[in-house]
Each structure stands twice: as structure tokens, then as C-alpha cells.
């Protein structure tokens, strides 16, 4: 049963409120993750509890539960100076920056517009409700360094994407 520290092989597809595909498992490879331990957005993890080998569930995680709502303040423009003079910046590109406070966020070049930057610290599935449809493909018992570490070590870990 999938409970917490749990090693839990799963496949699952993802789609957008628009029924567009956003991610889905390799069929030969399903995900690996350490229930219990934040591997997976909250809204998914927990309506997983309780399920058994071969279970499936249609799970509709709100925004809330998912990657959070879009919030502003993550989404600004900056000048070209801020970024290394030979790095080369195209839009897609992700970046690591520090935040006020010290710590280190992902961001993404939405824009370039001559030596302004336009960048957002938002994931991109931030304000979005995911539909999930998820199929519990194994269940096992962590090994005590997968507990230590707090993540699975299998080929399909959550920790190796």
C-alpha cells in the first residue's frame, strides 16, 4: 500500500485544463519516488495514500497543491549588464539568481528587448490546475540510505530527473 517511506513506482500523464499534453511517464521506465518526502507536488502525493499495485486514479491538483499561484514579483525585467558580458542569453534559457533573502531560485528569458531583459521566477506550470492520471506500478520498502537521503536511488528516481 502506498504509505509514507515507501518506495512507490509510478506512471502517470499529465495534462493541462485545455486537455494538452505536459508530461507523461516512459512506458518502459515509470517515476520512482519516496512517498512521504515532498518528491511530488502535495496534491498528487497525498491523493496517492492508501493505494495498492495496479490501482489507478484520475487526480486533479489545484494550483494550490501544484506549483503555486503566478506571483508577480518573480516576474521582472533586467539589464543585459546583470548577466556576464560573453554568456550568450536566448529565450527558453534558465538561469540560477539570488533572491533578497540569499537564496538561490531557477528563473527563465521569456524576452529580449535590446539590452532589457525580461525574466520569470515562476515554474511554468505555476497557476495552472494539473490533471494527473497516475497507475501504481510498484511498491517497495526503502533501503535505509534512500530513507537517510530522503529520495529514491532507482534508475526512474524522482532524484535523477
Known sequence: MVEKNKVISLSYYLKNAQGEELDRTDTEKPLE??????????????ALDGMKIGD??????????????VLADLKMEVERKMFPADQKIAVGMQFMAELGDGRKHPFNVMGINDDKINIDGNHPLAGQILYFSVEIMGIRDAKPEELAHGH???DGSAHNH
Do not use: A, D, F, R
Open 33 to 46: 519516488y519516496l512517498h512521504g518526502k515532498g518528491e511530488l507536488v502535495p496534491g498528487l502525493e497525498n
Open 56 to 69: 489507478k486514479k484520475e487526480v486533479t491538483v489545484k494550483p494550490e497543491e501544484g506549483y503555486g499561484e
Open 152 to 154: 529514491s536511488h532507482g
